[in-house]
């Protein structure tokens, strides 16, 4: 573990002292998420659109972890955190942050840069004067929780004011009492802990980082649910969003044949038959209130689906 907290680091300095800025260049960023090809930020990142993030919050973990482990995306959600609200979800797009143990020279240096680009405050504030609507504050902060607490409840209404959203912290927060006040907020951290943040320095800013088991990039799709933390990649998005809102279809036309005895369980667990597909489509004709997605998108992911 020790191994790849610290190769995940080393990435973050190549990526910060390589191109003598905080946030990586439009170029750099480009070459983070290579397959999206859609709207960017004015720093390179990916945008996902409002309404497939309301869509992709409409579906469980275990429908997006399905979609994305068939696309060979294997490290993608991380479970065991502590909630501030745990039955309280969101989602958003990933602006990531690099944390380390704190080295003298090199944290100088992070700071002298800091100030040369006009960066206000301690260096944990600075993603957070970046933060836009929907955008989750996601941190490596190396499982830390004494000395760990990356924010408070300032800092925490800050965010919430720029983000409407929450964050999630391999870290810790502290002022539990005073962040679960911050009506719509939420926070998945490994603890809360009452001490002020010590030996840590930011590393990089929107670079790809580990959250214990996932690999996250500027720009993913979060999804944070009771039951875990998922990061899609952006140009996976509305595949993985059709993929499970099909899916989400498909069960509840079988919970209604087997409730009514139309199907046998062996029938709806497995490959479908002509007749149950056939079913299944007159079933959609007669439920059109039943379809998050439109018609057409929904027959052209069921054409190129294998039955």
């Known amino acids: 573990m020790k191994k790849t907290i610290l190769i995940t680091a080393i990435v973050a300095c190549i990526a910060l002292w390589g191109s003598s800025q905080i946030v990586p260049s439009e170029e750099q960023m480009k070459f983070y998420t290579p397959e999206w090809n859609g709207e960017r930020d004015a720093t390179g990142r990916p945008l996902v659109p409002d309404e497939l993030l309301d869509r992709l919050q409409n579906l469980s973990i275990e429908e997006v972890w399905g979609a994305l482990r068939g696309e060979g995306y294997r490290n993608q959600y991380e479970g065991n955190w502590e909630m501030l609200h745990p039955g309280q979800s969101f989602v958003g797009r990933a602006l990531t942050v690099q944390y380390m143990p704190s080295r003298p020279d090199v944290n100088d240096k992070?700071?002298?840069l800091g100030e040369k680009e006009g960066r206000i405050g301690a260096s944990n504030s600075w993603p957070i004067d970046m933060l836009q609507e929907r955008d989750v504050y996601v941190a490596d902060g190396y499982g830390k929780i004494i000395d760990g607490t990356l924010i408070g409840d300032n800092l925490g209404n800050a965010i919430y004011s720029k983000s409407k959203t929450g964050v999630i912290f391999d870290g810790s927060a502290r002022d539990r009492e005073g962040l679960s006040k911050i009506e719509g907020f939420n926070a998945f951290v490994r603890g809360f802990d009452p001490s002020y943040i010590m030996d840590m320095m930011m590393a990089g800013?929107?670079?790809?980082?580990?959250?214990?088991?996932?690999?996250?990039c500027p720009g993913d799709a979060v999804l944070a649910k009771p039951a875990g933390v998922i990061f899609v990649p952006a140009h996976l998005?509305?595949?993985?969003v059709l993929q499970g809102e099909f899916v989400v279809l498909r069960d509840k036309f079988g919970i209604e044949m087997l409730r009514k005895g139309v199907y046998t369980p062996g029938q709806i667990d497995t490959r479908w038959t002509e007749e149950i597909k056939n079913s299944f489509l007159k079933w959609l004709d007669e439920n059109p209130e039943e379809l998050p997605m439109s018609r057409n998108d929904l027959n052209e992911y069921m054409d190129q689906r294998t039955w």
């Open 110 to 112: 992070i700071k002298s």
């Open 205 to 216: 800013i929107n670079v790809p980082i580990r959250i214990g088991r996932a690999t996250v």
């Open 237 to 240: 998005v509305e595949k993985v």
